[in-house]
């Protein structure tokens, strides 16, 4: 599993501050406790009041990597703020995220290619968040051969099929599912699938058993990637312990230290 | 027309390296790197094969009593006296290196801590190939001399062994701090395996200086359970498994002369064929396969057998 840490993001009240005050200290913590935990790339996100995203950004990204040599996950929703950061960062960075919309694709598969970056796809559109597995699947589709058409490479494109909260679309849950074993059969060779975890436990009580059980049954429909807490020791446990049943590490009396050996 | 399709790995093999140059505080002639595959064996055009397998030749400090015929053919006139028998090895059949196999040290026969450290000491002296050295099997015993012998050869980068699950706390200490490397043996248990290389490196011990002896068995006696461990190791390494991803070291000669296939005597089956020939042949149909399965390092004894499977080795590596 590919994790993405989630929480340098300027919606959480203490990074907020620190971007303000452009305290590196507290950012670098961050950085460096959920690399600890086990994440393999991290997640940057100005939030949603920075006055200044586009010097905040590229401020992320060379404090992070004064300190961490892991790629960055550049998220905004704001193509200029994306290029900001992908201008400054020195591993292959994953672009989060474009939309099924045309005109966003334009301009993010671009940008991708251009700065030799990941991409997230959202199975979204400006109509909105998509009922069914069949509209998320039609969705990844258009996705999939917008970046086939422009010659972007789909291994590294990862879609998402946009996780709901459980206790406002539980009928959902199931579809969502779904899909991330579907995505795979789109094409070949197959584009890789993510998932933005937390979303599934919002306003709920119990988030943590929640985002570890959706966790664990999305590792069992083939899921690549999330974007999680790193930091919640019970859910990384539960994730290696799901790839372990499905045969994807070698057993040993100490399997959860082996994996955090790589 | 089918397109070839050729594996993308994400990860390779650990590259071990075995014996020190003068330039580096030894004494050997050259060393020998093992390791560093980037695919399946002999799949050149999918990855790197940086490193092509070697042959150890095995040399007792003791005369080993249930050798059948046709080894002692070869030895019976230099294994009386280890050094003697290195010697020959090194320079009647040009041996990569030299796998020094203490047997003498069993309770049962007895040989002193000190012995084998003057051995030690005078190998050093006439010998500049690297050196695989390996206890009796006896953990008391093995405890007690091959942290001496660890000590004795200090910066030499030798190849020691062997631990197991139950015991590898000592050894795994001097090989540590003496600059050599180890091997861990498992019993025909990737669990087992995996589980080792953690315990070996939770005290210290860098996962490079690791080699896994998976346990083999000869031609007929279990080759194919022990081809697919080996496979199954192979693939998690290659596929970023760190922990396991350790070059693998077989011990062909001891299993194949076991086989009753290759040690019987011509007149006891006498339509088996010629032991001159049946027993070489047991011994290169075995070694030749655990190649196939990703074997790095193979110890043998049957000098008739080293030469063909070196030539297999090289024939496969000038394509």
Known sequence: MFIIGELINGMYKEIGKAIKEKNKAVIQDYALKQIKAGADALDLNCGPVAKDPLSDMPWLVETVQQVVDKPLCIDSSKPKVIEAGLKVAKNKPIINSTTADLEKLEILVDLAKRYNAKLIGLTLSSKGVPQNKEQRLELAAQIVAYCSEKDFPIEDLYLDPVVLPVNVAQAQQKDILESIHEFKIISEPPPKTIVGLSNVSQGTHLRKLINRTFMVMAVAFGLDSAILDPLDKELMDAIITAELILNKHIYCDSFLEACKKK | ?319
């Not at chain 2, 346990?215 to 081809?227: D, N, S």
């Open chain 2, 1 to 319: 027309m089918i397109k070839q399709h050729l594996e993308n790995w994400s990860s390779e093999i650990n590259t071990v390296t075995i014996g020190a140059t003068k330039e580096e505080g030894g004494s050997c002639r050259y060393n020998i790197k093992i390791g560093g595959e980037k695919t399946l064996p002999f799949l050149f055009k999918e990855g790197s094969l940086p490193c092509k397998p070697v042959i150890a030749y095995e040399v007792w400090d003791t005369v080993p009593s249930d050798w059948p015929q046709e080894l002692v053919r070869f030895y019976k006139d230099v294994w009386t006296n280890p050094i003697d028998w290195a010697e020959k090895v090194v320079k009647e059949y040009h041996a990569d290196l030299i796998c020094l196999k203490l047997a003498g040290i069993h309770p049962e026969i007895g040989k002193t801590p000190d012995e084998i450290a003057k051995l030690l000491g005078e190998i050093l002296r006439k010998i500049d190939v690297p050196l695989i050295i390996i206890g009796c099997g006896d953990d008391q015993k093995d405890n007690l001399v091959l942290p001496i012998c660890s000590q004795v050869t200090k910066g030499q980068r030798c190849l020691i062994g062997e631990v197991t699950q139950d015991n590898y706390r000592t050894l795994t200490a001097s090989v540590l701090a003496d600059g050599h490397n180890i091997i861990a043996q498992s019993p025909i248990d990737i669990n087992i395996a995996k589980q080792l290389n953690i315990l070996i490196s939770d005290m210290g011990l860098p996962l490079e200086r690791i080699v896994i002896d998976p346990t083999v068995g000869a031609l007929g006696y279990g080759l194919e359970y022990t081809y697919s461990i080996m496979e199954r190791l192979r693939l998690a390494g290659l596929n970023g498994d760190k922990v396991i991803a350790s070059p693998f070291i077989c011990f062909v000669g001891q299993e194949t002369w076991r086989a009753k296939e290759a040690k019987a005597e011509d007149s006891e089956f006498p339509q088996w064929g010629k032991a001159s020939r049946r027993g070489p042949l047991w011994e290169m149909i075995t070694a030749v396969t655990l190649l196939q399965a990703g074997a790095d390092i193979l110890v043998m004894r049957h000098p008739e057998a080293i030469r063909k499977v070196k030539e297999y080795i090289e024939l496969a590596y000038s394509v």
